[in-house]
């Protein structure tokens, strides 16, 4: 059990109160709730003591009554000490140095997009600095081009250095600095252009003033305050970020960060900050329709009638989907009856999943958290590129290989971790051990301590080699190279000689054996008193959901279909041609006597639905997810819609409620969905106390999803009506479409907005802490659902693959990813779609040349029926005989990756070619 360390007691203006030690005083003040400014110091990046706000007295003692003037952000707490906030020449410091930092700052807040949300403005209005003494002409700069997601005005700077601070330090960006120097400071890029880290858009949010600014949102609305704001998770990656969405006149407008302090802490990945245009797309789908009858023609209950006479005169099945809620899935599952429900994921996804789900049920290790990655030193990553298939966790990992440095030679220098200048300076280059075997390289090799690149066979067997060093056992793998031992050898040492080793895997690499060595690494650890963890990545938003409630494989489906065994179909939210080849999906959709489906954009499925239904999306609905750890987390309806558009479970529940469903009756709102789901699956209980139901009250009153100064809710509909119409009522949350309710701090799990009195911007989080940086008040949200139990027994696998072996006139697929273009729903943003590369193929440079093509010239290929005519691209880090193909970009067909594809010479290559050796 971890000690506690016993607190000590400062004194504040003259009053007593108790800390923890290892703090500094800014951060021991905020966490007391006392309104103390500060600019440069960020909680999740420590002091550098640049800004010169968060200035206090101290004293020695009692009787000391001169004191002296001290940056509390870069000083320690310790017992006994003394100091005052509310000491005249601490506040006049401190309105002085506001003064001088506004020296250059345009007096332009009425058309700023930070404007009202501001950090600057709070810090300005807290100091007391009401009137500008500088009369003379400001300095200008010319603001920068920095891509799609963030507009750059660098007038507004005050020169906190946080932007380069969390870009280049926290982010591992390169090409954002700053540059000249005293009063001439600019932070941006040597030159114009964007910006390349997949974190960028963190800078909207870490900024103090309006120098980085959402540039989607500037398209949209500028105004935060009049945002009607819920919370969500993001719906892009497996990893289960917590966001905050924001709505305007029926649109989604923006998307912030919503603090968790066990998942994504202060930050967003741009995916996920920015992919959210897919619910304003014009292809989404507005309202029911029936294919033969006249979209004009088509209401609701039309459609739910069509709907229920194909399901009373059919024998139907139903497939689900990884990027549903679960309370839909459930619907659907019900519905159709358990022995009737196909999950609706490929093959590959199926199995890979299942697996994975197994794994983390039966492992010794501990399942990670995002933020517990962070406090790792020691990581290695098998198959995983994780800045395209969870970069969240890159980001993690980029903290993680501080700590080792930090561990052993910043105790002896006797300065605490949180002075971050000091401790940057002292650690220099160092990093602590990171190792990564992938099928390419990865962003995250620059600073990882040995790379693998190699096909899955061979990332295994490395995988199985390491496990078994580390155990102690005989090495059951032969044929091994001596580079490829002594890189098991130096990865098993390091590990074992790690205080907090950690092993990352997940299905994105493709094969089971791949999970089974990090399993046999985390277990073998484990077995050696090692505080190990492990994490498995998934390949969607709720797929480890998905799969927790079980059903049969997408291939069943189709044969349940093909053999007559059933002729109707409900398909929810899935596109199949994501999962099976078009040939497959066609053959299938050809034999369905009827095709019912539910969803929110246009796709080719839909395309060959006889109902459709409009499903809203997370923007729209109320659900939950769970993430790849098995973390349940519930998103929230942001705004009403019509009745022509709502939650598939609601569209199944009136299906249900049509065709007279006994095992449905009685279910209307969100939270009747929730005890009849842990009935039927006991594996899900806790899902169901995730956060408070519909009839929680606070005084008697609802959470209000919009702040007190939202503006213009008559005036906005004024063109319709004069009349203000009354509000639309959520009976499925404790929250209220309006502005009126409690005022007060909202349970965590239902906080739709930050806001605490003088604190107006995304600061405020600091007000919602147990303490700055820390957990949330009354817990993070969400709840596992997978936890170690004393039955459990951990699998020791042994089946190490062969050696990859090419074939001739063959080449073997393995999937590369990319953050940018492969999610499918994010695809729908304009600026995610200008930044996603056109689809290619990865191949061997050797292999290439032998082909005799250059790189841009085409390869023909076919993988089972499909075929293939893409462009080239070259690298020496593919394996001979193996090739690299992107998943999901938007106009690539479907593939079960990893596999092998036919090469078609007459098409690709230019002469004849040497065969592969």
Known sequence: MEEVAPKVTIFIDGQPFEVKPGKNLLEACLSLGEDLPYFCWHPAMGSVGACRQCAVKVFKDENDTVGRLIM?????????????????????????????????????????????????????VMTGHNYRKYTFEKRTYRNQYLGPFLNHEMNRCIQCY??????KDYAGGKDL????????????????????????????????????????????????????????VCQHCSLGCNTIAGERYGTLRNITTRFNGEVNGYFLCDRGRFGYEF???????????????????????????????????????????????????????????????????????????????????????HILSLKEVERCDAVFILGEDLTNTAPMLDLAVRQSVRQQPMLEDVPKAGFPMWQDAAVRELIQDKKGPLFIASFQPTKLDEIATETFNATPA?????????????????????????????????????????????????????RESIIKAAANIGNALKAKGKDVGIMLTAPECNSIGLDMLGGHRLESAFDAIGNGYADTVIILENDLYRRASAAQVNKFFDKCKHVIVLDSLHNKTTERADVLFAAGTYAESDGTLVNNEGRAQRFYQVYPTTEDMQESWRWLIQLGDQVQHQHMRGWEHFDDLLPAMVVAHPNLIGIESITPPAEFRIAGQKIPRATHR???????????????????????????????????????????FYWSPGWNSVQAINKYQLEVGGPLRGGDPGARLI??????????????????????????????????????????????????????????????????????????????????????????????????????????????????????REISWKKQPQPIS
Not at 472 to 483: A, F, K, L, N, Y
Not at 485 to 493: P, S, T, V
Not at 733 to 741: H, I, N, P, Q, W
């Open 279 to 365: 619910v304003n797309s014009a292809s989404r789908v507005r309202k029911p329709l029936v294919r033969s009858k006249l979209p004009e023609s088509t209401s609701k209950s039309i459609a739910l009638e069509e709907a229920a006479k194909m399901i009373r005169n059919g024998r139907v099945i139903g497939i689900g989907s990884p990027r549903a809620s679960m309370e839909s899935n459930f619907a659907l599952k019900t519905l159709v009856g358990d022995e009737h429900f196909y999950q609706g994921v490929s093959e590959p996804d199926h199995d890979l999943v299942e697996f994975n789900l197994e794994v983390l049920q039966q492992t010794e290790a």
């Open 458 to 510: 061979e990332i295994a067997r490395l995988g199985f080699i390491v496990a078994s060093i580390i155990a102690g056992e005989e090495i059951t793998v032969h044929d091994v190279s001596e580079q490829t031992q002594r890189l098991a050898k130096q990865i098993a040492d390091t590990l074992l000689s790690a205080q907090k080793p950690a092993v990352i895997s997940g299905t994105h690499g493709g």
């Open 162 to 167: 946080r932007c380069v601070r969390y870009y």
């Open 787 to 904: 936890k170690p139990t004393l039955q459990s027994r951990s699998t020791h696998f042994n089946e190490a693959p062969e050696h990859f072996q090419p074939l001739d006139r063959h080449l073997f697929l393995v999937p590369l990813y990319h953050t940018f273009g492969t999610e499918e729903l994010s695809v729908h943003t304009k600026g995610i779609l200008e930044k996603s590369p056109e689809p290619y193929v990865m191949l061997n440079s050797h292999d290439a040349q032998e082909m005799n093509l250059a790189e841009g010239d085409t390869l023909a290929f076919k993988i089972e029926e499909q075929v293939y005519q893409l462009p080239v691209k070259t690298g020496s880090f593919i394996a001979r005989g193996a090739a690299g193909l992107p998943i999901g970009l938007p106009g690539l067909p479907f593939a079960a990756l990893p596999a092998w594809g036919i090469l078609n």
């Open 710 to 752: 939202f503006s213009g809710r008559t005036a906005m509909n004024a063109v319709n009506n004069v009349s203000e119409p009354k509000p639309a009522e959520d009976p499925d949350s404790a929250l209220s479409f309006t502005m009126e309710g409690y005022r007060g701090q909202a349970p965590s799990s239902i906080i739709p």
């Open 177 to 232: 600095d700053v540059f000249a120097a005293h009063n001439h400071l600019y932070f941006g890029r040597h030159e114009d252009g964007m910006l390349e880290s997949e974190f960028s858009g963190n800078l909207a949010e870490v900024c103090p003033t309006g120098v980085f600014t959402d540039k989607t949102l500037k398209e949209h609305y500028t105004r935060k305050w009049d945002l009607t704001t819920a919370p969500s």
């Open 72 to 124: 509390s952000c870069m000083e320690p707490v310790r017992d006994g000490l003394r100091l005052s906030i509310q000491n005249p020449q601490a506040k006049d410091f401190r309105s002085n140095i506001i003064g001088w930092l506004m020296t250059n700052h345009p007096h332009d807040c009425a058309v700023c997009d930070e404007g009202g949300s501001c950090h600057l403005q709070d810090m300005t």
